[in-house]
């Protein structure tokens, strides 16, 4: 079962113009992106899916495979079918968001690991545990619950479950996701939904349209790169560890 990796890279940014070529330790930042999930173990191929000249020459300048997207694509998930199209022997398609460059390798294997096991699955995620009660209030960080299987029961950016009673857990969703490639053509070619659009996440159409999502529960710590102090942050955790 052949599974690739498209990192969706866009000039275009509200908060920090430019991001996908900002320096992280010397490197533009899809570089340290596309360098971190290149040493994933189950993908095939890692590929930069991009619509600026910029991107594509800094990833061929350090070695690594891009190619151009059409600039009208109103999604990420738009952009990543255009590259699916381009590989039918890939049966899985692995999504890595371009502002991730703390990505751990093994969750992309974990992901593709779900898919093996489980023939019937068409799309996957990933969460982690929230603690920090300005962080569960945060309408920047995505929140979802799920049911006993681990299939997500809904996103929002409100908090949830909503705490009336003490127990359950707040699980923060993390942008990566993983699909069967005859899914991923089709769901990017559904339209918009509802719930879709009054929370502005793209993952509730599939919701809405029936379709699971399995959710990996992970403890790795994820530092996405969204403002000048995100990349500070980040410019740290890479002088420390030493990446």
């Given amino acids: 079962m052949k599974s690739i990796c498209v990192i969706p890279a866009r000039y275009s940014s509200t908060r920090l113009p430019g991001k996908p070529l900002k320096d992280i330790c010397g490197e533009p930042m899809i570089c340290r992106v596309f360098e971190r999930a290149k040493k994933a173990k189950s993908v095939a191929e890692v590929i930069v899916a991009t619509d ?68 019937n699955l068409q799309m996957a995620t990933v969460a982690t545990e929230l603690l920090d009660a300005e962080e569960i209030k945060n309408p920047n960080n995505v929140k979802v619950v799920m049911d006993k299987n681990n299939n997500a029961l809904y996103f929002s950016r409100s908090m949830i479950p909503y705490p009336r009673n003490a127990g359950a857990k707040v699980f ?67 002088r420390q560890e030493g990446f």
């Fill in 52 to 119: 600026d000249e910029r991107i594509l020459c800094a990833v061929e300048k350090n070695f690594g495979k891009a190619m151009m997207t059409r600039a009208d694509h109103k999604t990420g998930t738009d952009r990543l079918a255009e590259v699916a199209e381009k590989f039918p022997d890939a049966e899985i398609i692995v999504n890595v968001q371009g502002d991730e460059p703390l990505i751990e390798p093994s969750l992309i294997d974990e992901l593709v690991a779900e898919f093996v096991k489980d023939k």
């Fill in 172 to 238: 923060k969703h993390i942008g990566i996701y993983a699909y069967r490639r005859n899914f991923l053509l089709d769901y990017a070619r559904m339209e918009p939904t509802p719930l879709e659009k009054s929370e502005s996440l793209e993952q509730l159409r599939a919701l809405e349209n029936g379709f699971k999502i399995r959710v990996i529960k992970s403890s790795c710590k994820f530092v996405g790169v969204d403002t000048e102090e995100d990349l500070r942050l980040v410019n740290e955790i890479y």
